[in-house]
């Protein structure tokens, strides 16, 4: 079974990983690194940077990150010089694309951030498309942009062949920072980030797509993400008929956003051809005089916090029917939930402690009670909850259901209706399966403690229910 990592964010933007292969929190290695959120899904995990800056970690594996550039040197036979690469002005262009349409000339090409290194310098494709030849790497044809072939002809008046360069991803197991669109016009700062969709096809090697909102409200998609490309190529806007604070995106094709307002809206018609969705369906707030303060979706659920912390699970939500038929209020009160693989459900509380929802299957979805989770920090050996300087605020995903959280003989029964206050007693993590979990931090963070002093006796703090709420995540 493969070790996957639960990713926290503190209210001080400190970065921290939980491994399903031990008990303790450890803080990410760039000690400067502070972020405000996180989002997590199929091995990589994004996250909004106190700069505004959206930045990503690859989780380390065996095979490689390569990225293959490759351009076509184009030449027209004429009775003077034979080959040269003067042409027709109706011709392609000396150096370009397959399609000829687009110039690429071998100095044009730059690596996409300094994520990436070339492998080697550019080299000819002896091949020609397949068949290895004695040409050079040279095709022939009539004309552009007639079938090309090895076999040079009497009538064979062009030529063109094909130059190879492979750039490496370097920055696996390390916070990369996304590099801003160019020449296209980035989004304004980004307020929130979600990712899903990667089980919208039963393929293997699916990829995520990443939603995010800017502060103005609007609402962004990142186009490109790919496995061999996995910061994606830029930003796409996705008109909204009202100003969004914060969205959620599932694993499947559900896609849920929180309106300033405090209403919801659902993007429908989201497809493997249509991923960004076709059409918006407004969804009023649970409570009737409260306004919705965050949501978090799965597969085929959606929890919704309100501003006085109540907790509402919306029922019948299926691919046929994403907007659902009706509120469920769930006992507790919680600042955030967040909801991960298998609808597995994880919420940071009013004391800022981490929750997980007990007894959630597949015929009983909103499961039957709230248990507390901690872990040890650092080098210290004593089992402490995150409080007081590693206090939580945000959101969490993809947990799996066969995550088991270890209770001592006190707290082996059901965990309460109502989070209590977690004590050094409380169970340990002890996630067994895949589960990704974001956490946030809030957006103006006190002065940071030392990061080896015990978290102190708890503290509680709410956050402003005008403004969106902070994320954090985790990766599978």
């Not at 190879?164 to 307020?191: E, F, H, S, V």
């Not at 969490?396 to 209706?417: F, I, K, R």
Request: charged share 20%.
């Amino acid at each position: 079974m493969p070790v996957t990592l639960l990713w926290a964010v503190d209210v001080y933007g400190r970065v921290y990983s939980l491994s399903t292969a031990g008990q303790r929190w450890e803080r990410a290695d760039d000690l400067l690194l502070e972020l405000k959120r996180v989002t997590a899904g199929k091995g990589r995990c994004w996250g909004i940077g106190c700069d505004h800056h959206v930045y990503l970690n690859m989780m380390p594996s065996e095979a490689s990150i390569r990225y293959r550039e490759e351009t076509y040197e184009n030449q027209r036979w004429n009775p003077v010089d034979g080959f040269t690469d003067t042409l027709l002005p109706t011709d392609r262009w000396p150096w370009s694309d397959v399609t000829g349409m687009n110039p690429q000339p071998l100095h044009s090409f730059q690596l996409p951030s300094r994520s990436w290194e070339w492998e080697g310098d550019w080299f000819v494709d002896q091949s020609c498309g397949g068949e290895p030849s004695q040409t050079g790497g040279w095709e022939y044809a009539v004309d552009f942009p007639a079938n090309f072939s090895p076999d040079k002809k009497w009538n064979s008046c062009v030529r063109r062949r094909r130059w190879i360069r492979y750039r490496r991803y370097t920055a696996q197991g390390t916070w990369a920072r996304i590099p801003l669109d160019n020449p296209k016009k980035p989004p304004l700062p980004l307020c929130d980030i979600s990712c899903g969709g990667w089980e919208m096809s039963d393929q293997s090697g699916r990829y995520p797509y990443l939603w995010g909102v800017s502060q103005q409200g609007q609402v962004w998609f990142r186009e490109g993400i790919h496995p061999r490309v996995p910061e994606g190529s830029s930003w796409e806007e996705v008109e909204v008929p009202k100003e969004v604070a914060q969205l959620s995106a599932g694993p499947g094709d559900l896609l849920w956003a929180l309106l300033w307002d405090g209403n919801l809206l659902v993007r429908t018609g989201l497809s493997l051809d249509s991923p960004t969705g076709t059409s918006w369906t407004e969804v009023e707030s649970p409570g009737k005089e409260v306004e919705a303060l965050h949501v978090s979706v799965g597969v085929s659920v959606v929890w919704v916090v309100t501003k006085d912390y109540k907790v509402w699970f919306r029922r019948g939500v299926n691919s046929h029917n994403p907007c659902g038929s009706g509120w469920i209020s769930i006992g507790g009160e919680m600042l955030m939930v967040d909801v991960g693989l298998n609808d597995q459900v994880w919420a940071v509380g009013e004391d800022r402690g981490l929750y997980f929802r007990i007894g959630v299957t597949p015929s009983e979805p909103s499961g039957n009670g709230w248990i507390p989770v901690s872990g040890q920090w650092g080098n210290n050996k004593e089992v402490i909850p995150p409080r007081e300087d590693r206090e939580f605020s945000g959101q969490l995903t993809e947990a799996s259901q066969a995550s088991v959280l270890s209770c001592t003989d006190s707290d082996s029964e059901l965990g309460p209706a109502e989070p209590q206050n977690i004590t050094s007693d409380a169970p340990v993590l002890e996630a067994q399966a895949p589960s990704v979990v974001p956490l946030g931090a809030a957006d103006s963070p006190p002065p940071p403690q030392e990061a080896d002093e015990t978290p102190s006796a708890p503290r509680k703090m709410r956050p402003n229910p005008s403004s969106p709420p902070a994320t954090a995540s985790s990766t599978v």
